[in-house]
């Protein structure tokens, strides 16, 4: 059973009943008046000399709905907001260009940020105020949503001239901060700079980086996994090695259905912020498959496959796209959805099964968490390991594969059950940023497991992109119930592109190289910063905000930008275009002044330093399509931890289509015969290969 929060039969609709956004139908039955973000409220503003109170969030927000509940559903507060404000919602993953210019003012003015996200501006949407969570009542130094709004209309009618000036020093000052030029030169020194930084902030005991709340991140295990590949130095691996280790047991984790968490309340992963983000299945994803190549642990498969696994069984829609998230609120209640009680489990397995989930899980009669808001355990139970299956087989005397068997049998049981339950509401809305980080991680995986079944996926999700979501040469963000809406923003063209470019070398198919070239094209000539370099976060035909911005700080996801470099080099060295690998190095220069200061912060950008300083790989393999030869010298490739690499595939039988994008293979040929690789590493290329031990070999000569 799905819950929806939006209820007809409490009192009349808002104008978010119109809307398509998840978040925005939330509030559709607030007593507030709320306004989409558009035209007309701002010239309702206008007209009527109010202030607009901006609120951003987005669906699967815990304190989002905190805020709605306490506040937006309160009649008292819904009568000073509509009496004071014109009110609007904006969608923040609908709308990242409007969340992240009022976040940078956010930040800007109070040094912290997150959701709700509270601005109250001008009607010329230049803000004077800025918060996030604000209580309904004042408590604890807070100043609550009943007092402030007072205070606020007394401020606009009384000082509305220093507020608007303060409003336009506000908005110059954070403009012109996000153009800042770097004049430093970023090397290979910045790699042992954010090493040392990482290493610093890494939590030995149980993994991840600083405390709690802490945040899977990654990108910083993934830099951690170059750095290791560059360096040699065990430190770095084994920091990625215990990440991952840690996390997969942990309650961030879930067990019973599969699928990361969004982050952890606490520094030991046990109580997690329980909301399922696509972008979070991808990234980790990506960083499992990654570690497998490193160390070819097989229990990091066994959780790619398991995270593929809940993400193609409840987040894939009928139409091959992937949608957005999972809440972390069930019945009016966070977690409830995935928390068990040992009289439940009593309940529903027999003894021997009951003994087996308790000692895993480390379950408790008196639940084995603290309730954040009170501080008392509540009977409930989240399930998390401290010791791995095996050790406890061993510590039994049973035999690992057998318990093995028992435990999946037992935890069939239980998903069955909770399918039962009242499940969190799903964001069905599906975006093209976050499509195009799982359609990455589909080919990671798929290459690295020889499992086509993902490359499938990843093919279903970029065709349904390419005829829903891209429109006359541009990408557009949202589809959602048939409807295909607003321009597309960078991360939207960089993380697709990237995706495109992965699904290429997984499956060497042509149009996919080509569509990643036409999109590069487009974001090359409307998203550049052609004075300063990087890339905006919107393309010059978009709605004209307060300030063009430009983010390359790698947070949650990685930045547009920081993606950008990567997809620039990799397209360069496909194509042999020295003007595309330029494009990347403006990139690095124009950051260069903020990676020099903190480099933990942009460590996918690092990445893309990595690939660009080098050493690099261009693999050409020429061979028969299908052919069991040419498999066998493309798996060998795949199953290396390679990441400065590309791989073009040119068929024998037909060659003509790649010879347009890479004219470079045309001389190529299969030698004697027989499929053959041409590798070229740092602008050396060795002789041709034919023999798949010979190309191993020479495919490890740098570890």
């Known amino acids: ?8 039969k409490r009192r009349k609709a808002n104008r978010l009943v119109l809307e398509k956004s998840p978040y925005l139908l939330q509030h559709a039955y607030n007593p507030v008046d709320w306004y989409p973000w558009g035209e007309e409220a701002f010239t309702k503003a206008k007209a009527e000399n109010k202030p607009v109170f901006l609120s951003i969030g987005y669906s699967t927000c815990h304190w989002c709905h905190v805020m709605e509940k306490e506040s937006f559903e309160n009649e008292e507060v819904a009568h000073l907001m509509n009496e004071t404000f014109v009110s609007v919602k904006v969608d923040r993953e ?9 976040m940078s003012v956010c930040q800007a003015l109070t040094g912290r940020g997150g959701w709700p996200l509270t601005i109250i501006m001008t009607p010329e949407k230049k803000p004077f105020l800025a918060t996030t969570y604000i209580p309904k009542e004042s408590r604890f130094g807070s100043t609550g949503i009943l007092d402030l709004i007072p205070m606020v209309k007394d401020m606009w009618f009384q000082k509305q001239g220093e507020l608007v000036s303060n409003a336009e020093e506000i908005v110059t000052a954070v403009g012109e901060a996000s153009l800042k030029t770097g004049n430093n030169v970023l090397n290979k020194n910045i790699f042992d700079k954010a090493f040392t930084q990482l290493r610093d902030n890494f939590d030995k005991t149980k993994g991840g980086f600083g405390n709690a709340p802490k945040f899977p991140t990654p990108h910083h295990l993934t830099f ?8 040699g130095k065990h430190d770095a691996l084994a920091m990625v090695d215990k990440t991952l280790q840690e996390m997969r047991r942990g309650g961030i984790y879930d067990h019973i259905g599969f699928g990361f968490h969004r982050y952890s309340t606490d520094a ?15 990234l980790l994803t990506i960083a499992f498959t990654e570690a497998y190549q490193a160390i070819h642990k097989p229990e990091y498969e066994e959780v790619v496959r398991e995270i593929l696994n809940y993400v193609s069984r409840d987040m894939l829609s009928p139409e091959g796209g992937f949608y957005s998230a999972e809440d972390a609120d069930s019945e009016g209640e966070e977690g409830k959805f995935y928390v068990w009680t040992e009289d439940e489990l009593d309940s529903l397995l027999d003894e021997n099964e009951t003994g087996l989930i308790k000692q895993m899980f480390n379950t408790s009669p008196t639940g084995n968490f603290k309730d954040e808001s009170s501080g008392r355990q509540t009977g409930a139970n989240i399930f998390y390991q401290e010791k791995d299956l095996e050790n406890i087989a061993a510590g039994n005397g049973k035999d690992s594969d057998r318990l093995k068997a028992e435990y999946e049998s037992i935890r069939a049981k239980l998903f069955e059950h909770r399918e039962k339950r009242i499940h969190p509401a799903k964001d069905d809305k599906i975006l093209t940023d976050w499509n195009g980080l799982m ?20 093919c279903k ?4 992109i390419l005829l829903e979501m891209d429109k006359e040469n541009r990408l557009f963000h949202r589809y959602r119930e048939g409807e295909t809406a607003i321009e597309g923003f960078l991360e939207d063209y960089a993380y697709f592109t990237w995706g495109l470019i992965e699904l290429y070398q997984t499956t060497f198919k042509i149009e996919y190289l080509k569509h990643a070239l036409r999109l590069n094209r487009h974001l090359a000539e409307h998203f550049q910063d052609e004075e300063y370099g990087g890339f905006f976060h919107t393309s010059d035909y978009s709605e004209s905000l307060l300030f063009r911005n430009k983010e390359v700080y790698d947070g949650a ?7 950008c470099a990567l997809n620039f080099l990799q397209l360069g060295r496909i194509t042999a275009s ?7 190095n403006r990139i690095f220069d124009a950051f260069s002044n903020q990676v020099t200061k903190m480099p933990i912060g942009y460590t996918q950008l690092l990445c893309a330093l990595d690939f660009a300083i080098g050493p690099s790989r261009e693999i050409v393999v020429v061979g028969e399509s299908g052919n069991e030869k040419t498999k066998e010298i493309i798996s060998c490739i795949d199953q290396e931890f390679l990441p400065n690499k590309v791989v073009i595939f040119k068929p024998a039988e037909e060659s003509m289509e790649i010879e347009d994008v890479a004219g470079y293979v045309s001389d190529m040929i299969m030698k004697d015969g027989k499929t053959t690789a041409y590798i070229c590493e740092n602008h050396n290329c060795n002789l041709p290969a034919n023999n798949v031990e010979e190309i191993c070999r020479l495919l490890k000569t740098d570890r």
């Open 1 to 8: 059973m799905k819950e929806n929060r939006a209820n007809p």
């Open 94 to 102: 609908e709308r990242p260009d409007i969340d992240s210019i009022y």
């Open 224 to 231: 951690l996994l170059r750095y290791w590949k560059r360096t």
């Open 268 to 282: 030991h992963w046990i109580v997690p912020h329980f909301e399922k983000m696509l972008y979070d299945q991808a």
């Open 439 to 458: 359609i990455v991680a589909l080919c990671k995986a798929s290459r690295a497991f020889k499992d086509t079944t993902f490359a499938e996926l990843a």
């Open 461 to 464: 999700a970029a065709d349904f």
């Open 557 to 563: 996801t990685p930045s547009g930008n920081s993606v």
């Open 578 to 584: 020295t003007e595309l690998e330029n494009m990347a």
